[in-house]
């Protein structure tokens, strides 16, 4: 009998094309369909640093395939927080023990590094501006829509919705019995600045930091790139005094960062230009349930996305991939083994859902508090 699959993956983001080496390790027939366009060929980032903090979970699913030593070229760690008070005092907190750290990696390299991976298999295909428009349950069909607005149908013995907060495997799901939707949008935003790196590539801010400017309501971060640059990130409410709706004109921004975060602004002499060009965005945070329906499964954001507080959407989408490969491993029974995959991780989504909103408050907030940092003092010693 042959127990090889024949599995379809909708989207090539960062968890869809981890799942694809996984699948493609055990010899099974892998083909991922991208909406968007090859990031290996064109840059779809628009020439921005965006990065993300990987921690234990995710380095974990990182090794199961071995790509932690890969990976770990192209991250840097990061061992404390840097907190730049409004005093202009600077504390760090460590974040666990010492030589204990999470690493900033950059979005891009990531997933081009995890699409290389993936494509280095003879057993994966990959199709990138493939739009998934559709899924059929019962026949295990799935339809995208090519970069001319062709249809294209392929079938499955297995398919996963890895297309992200969004993600039309879960829109399909969304019109059957019994499924189980939230979707909750949070007062702040985001909008995304760079520190350019300095003379020969030398870093502008501690590098081996993640940087936080907590004031209360709001908030400023910066995580290392490995080019000496940091991606910045100001969290804003939309609405009110301080938010991205009262700061509607350049000089009104430059204005407020000057008086709250002056030390960054200063590193950042395209401030204007960055301010103008670069999107604010919305934040949101999805739960659903169930995650299964007969051969199809959604996996990372596509089940559970979360706030990016705590840094853990991805590193929660890796350790998704794991467990899913704990249960495969283990079984002929797949329906079984996707089956106790949904009830094993739901848990767990919903749980870093509460914690990562949980801890913006700290970050933004208790991070700057005089008391808190004593204890952190006292915790660290
Ligand atoms: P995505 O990365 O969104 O990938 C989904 C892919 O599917 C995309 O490539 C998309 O183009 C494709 N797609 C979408 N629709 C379709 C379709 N119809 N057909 C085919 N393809 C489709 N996580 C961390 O662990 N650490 C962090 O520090 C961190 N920081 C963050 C900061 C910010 C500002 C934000 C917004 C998120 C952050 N996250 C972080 C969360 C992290 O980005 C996500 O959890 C992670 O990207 C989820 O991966 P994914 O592959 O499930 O989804």
Same mark, same amino acid.
């Given at each position: 009998m042959n127990t090889k699959k024949n599995i379809v993956i909708a989207g090539g983001g960062l968890v869809g094309s981890l799942l694809a080496v996984y699948f493609a390790e055990r010899g099974h027939r892998v083909r991922l369909f991208e909406r968007r366009p090859d990031a290996r060929k064109t840059n779809i980032y628009a020439g921005r640093s965006i990065n993300l903090a990987l921690s234990d979970r995710g380095w974990k699913a990182l090794r199961g395939v071995g790509l932690e030593e890969k990976v770990r070229q192209i991250a840097l760690p990061m061992y404390h927080r840097g907190l730049h008070q409004p005093d202009g005092s600077y504390v760090r907190q460590p974040? /666990?023990?010492? /030589?204990q750290a999470i690493y900033s990696v950059s979005r891009g390299g990531l997933n081009i590094l995890l699409l290389n991976a993936a494509d280095a298999y003879e057993n994966v295909e990959l199709f990138f501006n493939h739009k998934c428009v559709d899924v059929d349950f019962e026949t295990n069909e799935v339809k995208f829509l090519d970069e001319a607005g062709n249809e294209v149908v392929v079938k499955a013995d297995y398919i996963f =919705? @890895? $297309? /992200? @907060?969004?993600?039309a495997i879960r829109g399909e799901m969304m019109?059957? $019995?019994r499924f189980d939707y939230q979707q909750q949008y949070i007062s702040h935003g985001y909008k995304e600045l760079t520190i350019p790196a300095g003379e020969? /590539?030398? %870093? #502008? #801010? *501690? +590098? +081996?930091a993640l940087h936080i400017w907590p004031r209360h309501e709001f908030m400023l971060i910066a995580l290392p790139n490995i080019d000496g640059s940091f991606t910045v990130t100001l969290f804003l409410p %939309? *609405? =009110?005094? +301080?938010?991205f709706s009262a700061l509607d004109s350049v000089k009104k921004a430059r204005e407020f960062f000057r008086q709250t975060f002056p030390d960054a602004l200063e590193l950042m002499p395209d401030f204007d230009q960055q301010w103008q060009q670069n999107p604010v965005s919305s934040l949101c945070i999805i739960r659903c349930y169930p995650w299964v329906r007969n051969h199809t499964a959604l996996i990372g954001d596509a089940a559970h996305a979360i706030v990016p507080f705590y840094g853990q959407g991805m590193n929660c989408g890796f350790e998704d991939v794991d467990v899913l490969f704990q249960l495969l491993d283990h079984t002929a029974d797949w329906p079984a083994a996707l089956e106790q995959y949904q009830k094993l991780r739901k848990p767990d989504g919903d749980a870093i859902a509460e914690l990562a909103l949980r801890n913006f408050i700290e970050m933004r907030d208790l991070t700057a508090d005089p008391k808190f940092l004593l204890q952190k003092k006292i915790e660290a010693r």
């Open positions: 974040y /666990g023990q010492p /030589g =919705g @890895a $297309d /992200g @907060a969004f993600s019109k059957t $019995d020969g /590539g030398s %870093f #502008l #801010l *501690e +590098n +081996n %939309f *609405e =009110g005094n +301080n938010s």
